[in-house]
């Protein structure tokens, strides 16, 4: 890997898929996620494409893996924004973590990928 920004949000990632309530609980929470990833990763310089996005949700309990994925889209689509890019683009290999911990949070890595270097 080459250059990488990492930054710590401290927002807990809750499951979406199983929210229930009002469909503007949910949509507060995609709000909320989204501004304070795209605060906390500010304006500064961005690692070039190709480039690998680590995205580790940090909380008390993990979620299986459809609802951990489902709980960092918002924060996938922030850095999407950021890169300048769709979330779809081939140039971004998306990955995602869970670990255990207090106080929630989301820990998101941003790293260029080198190539011919082992």
Not at 1 to 29: C, E, F, Q, Y
Not at 31 to 58: D, E
Not at 67 to 80: E, G, H, I, L, P
Request: glycine letters at 8%.
């Amino acid at each position: 890997m080459g250059d990488a920004v990492i930054v710590t949000v401290p927002i807990p990632l809750p499951s979406l898929a199983n929210m229930r309530g009002h469909w503007s609980k949910k949509a507060g929470v995609v709000k909320r996620t989204r501004g304070a990833v795209t605060m906390y990763l500010g304006g500064g310089p961005r690692p070039s494409l190709p480039c690998v996005v680590t995205i580790t949700r940090v909380a008390p309990f993990q979620l299986d893996t459809d609802n951990a994925v489902s709980s960092m889209k918002a924060a996938r689509d922030a850095v999407a924004q950021w890169l300048g890019i769709d979330d779809r683009d081939p140039r971004v290999d998306w990955r995602y973590a869970q670990a255990k911990g207090k106080p929630a949070r989301v820990v998101i890595e941003v790293a260029t990928m080198t190539t011919g270097a082992p």
